[in-house]
């Protein structure tokens, strides 16, 4: 088993393959990957203050890492077997402009930012716990996952076509990610590991955690998709990221009927069948771009 722990201050911002691999893996084998909270572990107390401490740069990623074996046009399937706390306790914040709800510097209002506040919640086994109201059981995911372009780097808040800062709560355990790859080895990232979240992400901050992954690569040669996957028993899902909001719903149903045709569906029955039994969740609505879920279950598309 191989365990990658990244050194202080060595912390990727952005998505690239023009950054030195931290590690190389093979396929099949099980890999620990330990990552920091969105913060870089620099908020542990509610009497700091976000813009006083974070600068410019947010969201540090673990990686890249390369997976021996990944080319051009293939799929890098991830299956995230565990995800472990790496400490005691989340943190969320209220960061003025910045959110769901507020003024941001793309969108602007007269009115006064909402003020400045901290919450940490300490993890007591399966239960964060704020205060007697804001208390809710451990249900972690992986925030951003992706793999690297192949020409540009992407800054960590970004989701985009090949991952990304995606939110959705459905990269966890259990599940298994479809990535497209771009350039050689891939050059994977994980991070902003989250104990949990609500669809999305209203504040801007889930509850923030340091995180332990424990994940298996494995890839499908020669098969090449435009977006994220995510399947389970269950589901097949698909995640578009965009704005406005519609476009990345758009992007999510589209390759979602794109995904059961090749299961065997016709085109036209297979954007029918959506409409009556199509699911649809948002991932965040607060970063660069927005990110939509659509899923169907599984016993549905194998008819």
């Not at 813009?51 to 410019?56: A, P, R, V």
Request: hydrophobic content about 35%; aromatic content about 10%.
């Amino acid at each position: 088993m191989v365990e990658i722990r990244q050194k202080p201050g060595t912390y990727s911002y952005a998505f690239s393959r023009y950054i030195e691999p931290i590690a190389r893996v093979n396929t099949g084998e099980e890999v620990i990957v330990h990552t920091l909270d969105a913060f870089e572990d620099r908020i542990s107390k509610e009497t700091d203050s976000p813009t006083q401490i974070l600068g410019k740069y947010l969201n540090p990623q673990t990686g890249p890492i390369y997976i021996e074996g990944a080319e051009p046009g293939d799929t890098l399937v991830v299956e995230i077997i565990n995800i472990e706390a790496d400490r005691d306790y989340a943190v969320s914040a209220n960061i003025p402009e910045f959110g769901g709800l507020v003024t941001t510097p793309t969108t602007r209002f007269l009115n006064p930012p909402l003020p400045e506040k901290v919450w940490i919640y300490k993890k007591e086994g399966d239960m964060l716990r704020c205060n007697d109201k804001l208390c809710y059981p451990w249900r972690p995911f992986f925030g951003t996952i992706a793999t690297a372009p192949d020409m540009e780097s992407i800054s960590a808040l970004t989701p985009f076509d090949q991952g990304g800062n995606m939110d959705v709560r459905d990269i966890c355990p259990g599940n298994k990610v479809h990535l497209p790859v771009a350039c050689e080895g891939a050059m994977f990232y994980i991070g902003d590991c989250h104990a949990r979240q609500g669809d999305g992400e209203l504040n801007g901050t889930a509850l923030e955690i340091n995180g332990k992954a424990t994940l298996r690569f494995s890839l499908i040669k020669g098969k090449t998709i435009k977006w994220p996957r995510i399947e389970n028993d269950e589901y097949i899902m698909t995640v578009g990221s965009a704005k406005p909001m519609e476009d990345a719903a758009r992007i999510a149903y589209t390759e979602l009927v794109h995904w059961m045709c090749e299961y065997g569906w016709d085109e036209l029955e297979a954007y029918e069948a959506l409409s009556q039994c199509g699911e649809m969740y948002v991932g965040n609505m607060v970063d660069t771009f927005y990110s939509l879920v659509a899923k169907v279950k599984k016993e549905y598309v194998m008819r």
